[in-house]
């Protein structure tokens, strides 16, 4: 059962091949028999079977919807009614959402059954799972190395089949890079394309959840339950949410795609690079037509991301104080001492030096300096992205340098670890929507093909990967031990 997608397993419920008990069953073993992997915060063990229960009753009655009986595991950062949601933070360890984000209440009318709350950077701050206060996440692929970040429990849940299918969120990567590393197929949908209402912020112009799946087919599935306008978030973007399985087996035939010349310069590693080229060579065998184009600014993306998010994420932290919700430190003398040690007890290392960062580009005489003139970049490079899109239907390159990295390879020195979004973050700064589409393997490791399209194509993207999954089968490897 833990090997079929998605689509299969909603075919198999409504056939009644097995129930979705059995189905749930069969993940919550094998969420306890690999524990090791850390990809879990929480196992929601009993829920999840009541949900399933109640779904196998809708399917026998023939009233399945979409996701009816399928379980779904929800990054930590997702707000769920009376379940602990901590944001991979000591902070929130003893916090119980009194309400449900947007995105989990639409799963659950889609029916989908919920297996636990998965593993993350602390407030999604990070590129290697590495961050979390419950400890890193290992890569089911080496279990020396990083699953990527920050939704590297989402990613490395559904590479060892803990999850047919889970929700990650992408500020500056963390869904596309984790996909690339643990072999998974995510998308990083369109900015205001999915709800943030109760998605816990860590930079609000940025952040945007989205699926991870083991297929196309299946991030389809997903984006089909997540999108749509929301009016209790004030970005989220009132517009039709498209049939995103209608459009998979269209042609891409005359499809135009761009390579960004900056995305395949020195800095990428070889293996890599020939691997990404084969990946277009199969979309020039499906009739794609392939040309190079430009995005002169690439350079400045982490600069400025790195004054943009940190800012945001100063101003979006401040709610964190002691006094209302999360931690609060042992006897405080007085209400300063509340502040600084329940924020200086409970924020890890990394949360702190962003919130340090943020403040110090936010304060006055520094503002103009840093927080205006990343905001003039982000203009910037989001017309680059404007003038390529413009010219082809797609862009095409990697999404990561480098395959998955060993634990504590790049902890010590945190500008190597934020090198390892180079190629994802301009994406965010720009708000347009991407792929990480599973392309091959350097020696053993996976490697992520990033499809990038202009605002609202995710349809396109899907349809784009799909087509490629038709023709190859690196989406369907399974590691080792985990099959
Ligand atoms: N690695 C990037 C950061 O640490 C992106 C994280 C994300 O997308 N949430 O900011």
């Not at 950062?77 to 009194?98: R, V, Y």
């Not at 890569?139 to 889970?166: E, F, I, M, Y």
């Not at 392309?439 to 490697?447: S, T, Y």
Request: hydrophobic letters at 40%.
């Amino acid at each position: 059962m833990h090997n079929k997608t998605i689509t299969e397993q909603a075919k198999d419920l409504r056939s009644g091949k097995y129930s979705s008990v059995e189905l749930t069953q069969a993940y919550l073993q094998r969420i306890k028999k690999h524990k090791a992997l850390n990809c879990f915060i929480t196992v929601t063990e009993e829920h999840a079977l009541e949900d399933a229960k109640i779904a196998d009753t809708q399917l026998s009655a023939g009233n399945a919807k979409l996701l009816t009986g399928i379980p779904i595991a929800q990054k930590d950062i997702f707000c769920t009614q009376d379940i602990k949601t901590s944001c991979a933070s000591k902070m929130l360890d003893n916090f119980i959402a009194p309400y449900n984000a947007t995105v989990i209440e639409n799963f659950n009318n889609a029916g989908a059954v919920m297996l636990g709350k998965l593993n993350m950077d602390e407030f999604a701050m990070g590129s290697s799972n590495e961050t979390s206060f419950y400890g890193a996440v290992q890569n089911p692929w080496d279990t020396n190395t990083v699953p990527g970040g920050s939704s590297g429990g989402s990613a490395a849940a559904v590479a060892a089949r803990l999850a047919p299918a889970v929700t990650g969120t992408d500020t500056g990567g963390s869904i596309r890079q984790p996909a690339s590393l643990c072999g998974i197929t995510g998308l990083k949908p369109t900015y205001g394309r999915v709800s943030r209402y109760g998605m816990i912020a860590f930079a609000s112009s940025l952040d945007q959840g989205g699926p991870m799946a083991r297929s196309a087919e299946d991030a389809a599935l997903l984006l089909q339950t997540m999108a749509g306008f929301d009016s209790k978030d004030s970005t989220s973007v009132e517009q039709a949410v498209p049939d995103y399985s209608a459009g998979l087996n269209n042609s891409l035939e005359g499809l135009k795609i761009g390579l960004p010349k900056e995305f395949f310069s020195a800095d990428l590693n070889n293996d890599i690079a020939t691997t990404i080229e084969a990946a277009i060579n199969e979309y020039r065998k499906l009739g794609a037509e392939v040309k190079e184009v430009s995005l002169p600014n690439m350079k400045l993306a982490i600069p400025a991301y790195y004054v943009i998010a940190s800012a945001e994420c100063s101003a979006n932290l401040s709610r964190f104080d002691g006094v209302r919700f999360g931690y609060r430190c042992d006897n405080p003398a007085d209400l300063n001492d509340l502040y600084i040690r329940s924020r200086g007890e409970a924020f890890g290392a990394e949360v702190k030096r962003r919130i340090l960062m943020g403040t110090y580009a936010l304060s006055a005489g520094y503002y103009d300096a840093y927080y205006i003139k990343a905001q003039k970049v982000r203009r910037l490079i989001s017309e680059d992205f404007n003038k390529a899109l413009s010219e082809v239907d797609v862009l095409m390159g990697p999404v990561s340098p480098s395959t998955a990295f060993a634990q504590g390879e790049k902890t010590g020195d945190p500008i190597e670890m934020y090198l390892a979004d180079i190629y994802t973050i301009a994406i965010n700064l720009a708000g347009l929507p991407a792929m990480s589409i599973p392309a091959g393997f350097v020696d053993n490791k996976p490697v992520g093909l990033q499809v990038i399209g202009n605002y609202f194509t995710e349809a396109r993207l899907l349809n784009i990967a799909h087509q490629y999954q038709q023709v190859t089968n690196w989406h369907q490897q399974t590691p080792q031990g985990f099959e």
